[in-house]
């Protein structure tokens, strides 16, 4: 049974338990801290948190014991800017992502870039690749002043896609000695008409895997909900009910056809659609959608699910979200019925099982 | 010889020493403080080098102006005072 989540807020990393009478708050690190990420603890317990210090910046802090103790560990940084280098700062100012594939870490960026670490948090070495390309500098920034890695999508120990806010998608096939776009069919409605399909202009807001067949790939964009069957070679555009504008996606695990989907009214206007939060769950790969609402709140809801705040466990089953506003709701059956956290949480950066 | 001083803040992090030094720059008075206390830097400054966005620094009553090459020139009775700012939250 899947009985540990962990939740990445404004306030503090807050683990959380399922016991009897169902989840509960059971600890709470870096009280205060904005916790912009977190990488649940793998088989040995070693896990990292990604703090995001109004004054003092990013840190980041490893834990071998599942949290119970922390110590503070390098946080990816870049060398020395070049003399007129272009776009933005070679400054990290925010962790945005982390995953972990085998032996290495990956953490995405604002600004965008990529950081691998293969000594487990002690050293971080920047894709130099990427962070070269010759049209990064002009990539724009989706919701901070500067472009993002928020999506970061390993298989194996060459393929890695990441989710860029606002550049696209870029692939290496080669453990990174080239990268290339790969978010063709991806459309933007928030640009002139004939740019509207520019793959290097598109805003993801976040990619997710289907772990078992890992050629199927979902996207929540900006403005649309798009899915890949061919490892995002070419993306096609589904059309979900009460809106396609959201930030979170949740792919299952095993089966390739099923995600899940929060939607809210549009970008001017960041709210459930009559503020009333309900899940989009597709089974059939977004030919249709069903809108689940059980046990979510219905009336004068404000809560906005960010992009890392919707998981599935690996059962398939068990989902979680965690919103802007603090709420969180847990379901057990695929979202079906959502049982709210009796707590009132800081806003939600991201929610992980593990 | 100046006085360099931090913000309590930091001491939920890292130790802050107060020392005192004969640098007579900004950029060498905090290089003093950051061997006292390595960890201290990369509080401070950005990998950059520059002062990070949300901390400010006053030399005896005045703001620090230069926060890239940390120039601002120190004399021997200046109090340094490394602080939060306020539009860090």
């Known amino acids: 049974m899947v009985d540990r989540a962990w939740v990445a807020s404004r306030k503090g990393l807050i683990e959380l338990r399922r016991r009897a009478g169902g989840w509960s708050v059971a600890r709470t690190s870096f009280v205060g801290d904005p916790v912009s990420m977190v ?17 003092f910046g990013v840190k980041l802090h490893a834990s071998d014991d599942a949290g119970a103790t922390w110590r503070e560990v390098a946080a990816p940084a870049f060398g020395p800017q070049p003399e007129g280098a272009t776009g933005p700062a070679w400054k990290v100012v925010m962790v945005w992502a982390m995953e972990r594939q085998g032996g290495t870490l990956y953490a995405g960026t604002l600004p965008g870039a990529l950081f691998r670490s293969i000594d487990g948090a002690q050293s971080w070495q920047l894709d130099e690749v990427l962070w070269n390309q010759p049209g990064r500098p002009a990539w724009s920034g989706g919701g901070y002043d500067t472009p993002g890695i928020h999506s970061i999508s390993p298989v194996g120990d060459d393929t890695v896609l990441v989710g860029v806010s606002c550049a696209g998608a870029w692939i290496t096939r080669d453990g ?21 399909f520019d793959p290097d202009v598109q805003d993801p807001h976040a990619i997710a895997r289907c772990a078992a ?36 996606v949740a792919a299952h695990p095993a089966d390739p056809l099923t995600a899940w989907f929060v939607p809210a009214v549009k970008d001017q206007c960041r709210v459930p659609v009559d503020r009333a939060l309900a899940v989009n769950r597709t089974r059939d790969g977004g030919a249709t959608f069903e809108t689940l609402r059980a046990g979510l709140p219905q009336h004068d809801c404000y809560d906005l699910v960010y992009r890392h705040g919707l998981a599935i466990a690996d059962d398939g089953t068990t989902l979680m979200m965690g919103s802007t506003t603090g709420g969180v709701w847990a379901s057990d059956d695929a979202g079906d019925h959502w049982t709210a956290l009796p707590a009132r949480l800081p806003p939600v950066y991201a929610l992980r099982f593990g | 010889m100046p006085l360099v001083a931090f913000t309590s803040q930091l001491q939920r992090f890292t130790e802050t020493p107060e020392i ?70």
């Open chain 1, 39 to 55: 990488l649940p603890p793998d088989a040995s317990g070693r896990m990292v948190a990604a703090l995001n210090l109004g004054h």
């Open chain 1, 176 to 196: 990174g000695a080239h990268w290339g776009q790969t978010a063709h069919g991806m459309r933007a409605d928030y640009m002139p008409p004939e740019q509207a």
């Open chain 1, 213 to 248: 067949l890992p050629d199927v790939l979902w996207c929540q964009h900006h403005n649309g909900i798009f899915r890949s069957t061919n490892g995002g070679v070419r993306w096609d555009e589904l059309h979900a009910p009460l809106s396609s504008f959201g930030f979170a």
């Open chain 2, 20 to 89: 005192r030094t004969a640098a007579a720059t900004l950029r060498d008075a905090l290089g003093a403080a950051f061997e006292a206390n390595p960890r201290l830097r990369h509080y401070v400054l950005d990998e950059q080098g520059h002062l990070r966005q949300h901390v400010v620094v006053y030399i005896s009553g005045r703001r620090v102006v230069d926060r890239e090459a940390l120039a601002d020139p120190l004399a021997p009775d200046d109090k340094v005072y490394v602080l939060q700012a306020l539009t860090g939250g």
